[in-house]
């Protein structure tokens, strides 16, 4: 990670960490790299952030300056902004948000050519560019400057990608959808409804302030709660830019991204679509779900946290599905980075075909309780290096055998250790988990 754009762009407070005038530069860098030779396009997308209209205004002005043509999809998400790109010879594709953080932050995510989050070493530069540590670059004169273009129909272009995808009508199921009143609500209840759909909406009213604010993939509880008392047959709630999907069943239950994984890496394996029968998943995919793939005789791969890593893993070994526990769901046949609308597409897909509710299809996976504490600490790699916490995580290990796992590592954003615990109780996830952060405190490791 660079020293501004982490796993997934550059993300902070607006007007505080992430300022107008850092949009403004990555605009003029941007403009210039890809106008080198010839006259740059790129389009961008924004979330329902009252500071996204902010930092498109920003990133305009610096690219335009830089004379390169402009594309505005407006309000739309993660995942449009990446076909439209791959799709429409674009040089590149940004999206204004922080997905699923609260509406005061921001977020700049750059997307390449191909619909792939931009490569490190050009994040790089911009970060050099942002610093001064490249020279000041040329302004586009006279005809050379470029120009701006409404292109909402970019946008209308992906709802019909994704209502092509369907595989048959959607009439007489009652689907509740979680908007996050982000960037689903101009998009996921149209395509649902176009398909035949009863569809039940909240959370679908952004005002600028209320993006991820007790609803949507990270409050699931309110679908929770909706599904139940207007008897749907399954609740999708996305996050603020919909790249996420977290399920809810007939009966209330969530769905995580592990058992969506399992749900549609099963049925893909039974239709030969799941190539070399192996799924995707990060480290911190629950245990359950690995046993559930062993019984179905579904093979497994695990990367670090991040769906930037999953897709890696899945373009370096030709694999077709992989995802994160949040919600981050890839179909590489169909998209480049995790898609929450086309998610619930797919789990549509599955009850359909199999003529089986959400909640029997999840039924063989026993998802294991997990618990994750995280402790502040003065210095990762001492914390987590230190001799008596590499004992204590051991004999933890020893411990649970095959009946649980520990795992500690570093955050990749915050001076803090992370320990989590997988075990057949609560009380044993929470009796393991103890075990090691008092060591971490009676080392003297832990920031006070």
């Known amino acids: 990670m660079g020293k501004y754009f982490g796993t997934d762009g550059f993300r902070g ?8 005038e850092h949009a403004f530069k990555v605009g003029r860098y941007l403009g210039w790299y890809y ?6 396009k790129v389009v961008i997308g924004k979330d329902t952030r009252r500071s996204s209209y902010m930092f498109e205004y920003s990133l305009v002005a610096g690219l335009t300056a830089s004379g390169a043509d402009v594309y505005l999809l407006h309000v739309t998400t993660t995942p449009s902004v990446s076909y439209v790109t791959r799709t429409e010879d674009f040089d590149c594709g940004i999206m204004i948000s922080a997905s699923h953080n609260p509406y005061y932050d921001n977020g700049i995510k750059i997307i390449n050519g191909k619909g792939h989050k931009m490569e490190a070493e050009v994040e790089a530069k911009i970060e050099a560019y942002i610093d001064g540590e490249i020279p000041e670059l040329p302004l586009a004169k006279k005809e050379k400057i470029g120009r701006t273009t409404d292109y909402a129909a970019g946008r209308n272009r992906y709802i019909g990608y994704l209502i092509s995808l369907a595989t048959r ?29 009863k569809t039940y909406v909240i959370n679908n009213e952004p005002d600028g302030t209320n993006i991820n604010t007790n609803c949507g993939s990270t409050h699931i509880e309110v679908l929770q709660q909706f599904v139940k008392d207007n008897q749907l047959d399954v609740g999708f709630a996305y996050d603020g ?9 007939e009966n209330g239950n969530v769905v995580d991204g592990d058992l969506i994984l399992y749900v549609c890496g099963k049925y893909l394996k039974e239709t030969g679509n799941l190539k070399k029968d192996t799924i995707v998943t990060t480290i911190m995919s629950n245990l359950g779900l690995y046993k559930a793939c062993d019984k179905a005789g579904m093979n497994y791969e695990k990367t670090a946290v991040g769906d930037k890593y999953v897709y890696e893993n899945m373009c370096q070994n030709d694999y077709s599905l992989g995802g994160e526990q949040s919600g981050h769901i890839i179909f590489k046949k169909h998209a480049t980075t995790g898609d929450g609308i086309l998610t619930s597409l797919k789990i549509m897909e599955v009850m359909l075909e199999k003529k089986m509710t959400l ?18 600490v003065v210095d990762k790699k001492t914390a987590r290096e230190n001799p008596a916490v590499v004992k204590a995580v051991e004999a933890v290990a020893e411990a649970l055998g095959d009946d649980g796992r520990i795992l500690v590592r570093e955050s990749g954003t915050e001076p803090v250790i992370r320990v989590m615990v997988e075990a057949g109780t609560d009380e044993l996830c929470e009796k393991y988990v103890d075990q090691v952060v008092d060591v971490i405190h009676a080392e003297g490791l832990a920031a006070e």
């Open 241 to 249: 830019d919909a790249d996420r999907c977290i399920a809810v069943d």
């Open 35 to 40: 106008g080198q030779e010839h006259r740059a």
């Open 169 to 197: 009508s959607f009439e007489g199921m009652r689907v509740g959808l979680d908007c996050s009143n982000g960037s689903a609500f101009m998009i996921a209840k149209s395509v649902y409804d176009a398909l035949g759909a």
């Open 359 to 376: 909640g029997k299809l999840v039924e063989p996976v026993n998802i294991y309780p997990q618990l994750l504490k995280n402790v502040r």
């Open 13 to 20: 407070e607006a007007n505080e960490v992430l300022t107008v």
